[in-house]
């Protein structure tokens, strides 16, 4: 009765590089949502998906930054030629439902990113 | 634009009080407002979840309130406890599924 799952939960890059942050949900969840925390900041919401599709992403930075839900395998946050503004922590929840009042988001325990 | 606050940002208390914990939040359009706690270099722990149509929820120690039309949610710690230091998380959904949440209230128990 896994909880929501993240790895690598610690990722450095160098400027420029490219960083895969993965997500897998809890057993049953389809519904993933990114958040990020910026140091001294309160976490703020990304992305939100479906397996296969994207449903909100009014969060997601214009560039550099995508994210996945394949029909088969974890989700997946990218982040192309990095910047050292991206360091900060990522989360991921995952929900059974995605609709109504009652909607417990359940989060994993992040992917700690740093720039150098 | 939903905005949340928490106050205060931090809290330091004797092991034993019964504490407080303040949200507010400016739309009061909410599904749900779901109460978190955040240890050191950790995940987020889901406390308590309440319904817009409800006024409170119960887990052990804790009691969340909720006042929606006032846009306003408490969270009381009874017989507080060190184990119970960390940070402590408001987080309402409105229309959209994402959550927004405050900054976090940093409570320090003090044995």
């Known amino acids: 009765n896994a909880g929501v799952m993240q790895n690598p939960r610690h990722l450095v890059r160098r400027r420029g590089q490219e960083a895969r942050l993965r997500c897998s949900p809890m057993k049953g969840h389809s519904h993933v949502y990114w958040y990020r925390q910026l140091p001294e900041e309160g976490l703020k919401f990304m992305v939100y998906l479906q397996k296969e599709n994207i449903i909100d992403e009014s969060g997601m930075p214009k560039e550099r930054f995508s994210a996945e839900f394949p029909k088969e395998g974890p989700s997946i946050l990218r982040i192309q030629q990095v910047v050292r503004g991206d360091s900060a922590a990522y989360f991921c929840?995952?929900?059974?439902?995605?609709?109504?009042?009652?909607?417990?988001?359940?989060f994993g325990p992040g992917t700690r990113l740093t720039v150098l | 634009k939903q905005e949340v606050t928490q106050i205060p940002a931090a809290l330091s208390v004797p092991e034993g009080e019964n504490l407080v914990l303040n949200c507010s939040f400016t739309?009061?359009?909410?599904?749900?407002l779901q109460w978190f706690r955040q240890d050191p270099g950790k995940g987020l722990t889901s406390l308590l979840l309440i319904q817009s149509s409800q006024r409170e929820q119960t887990s052990g120690r804790l009691n969340a309130s909720l006042d929606k039309s006032s846009g306003r949610s408490t969270l009381y710690i009874a017989a507080s406890q060190p184990g119970d230091s960390a940070t402590y998380l408001c987080a309402v959904r409105g229309g959209s599924e994402k959550l927004v949440f405050g900054k976090g209230t940093k409570l320090t128990v003090n044995p």
């Open positions: 739309d009061s359009a909410i599904y749900n």
């Open positions: 929840a995952s929900s059974r439902t995605g609709g109504g009042g009652y909607n417990e988001q359940f």
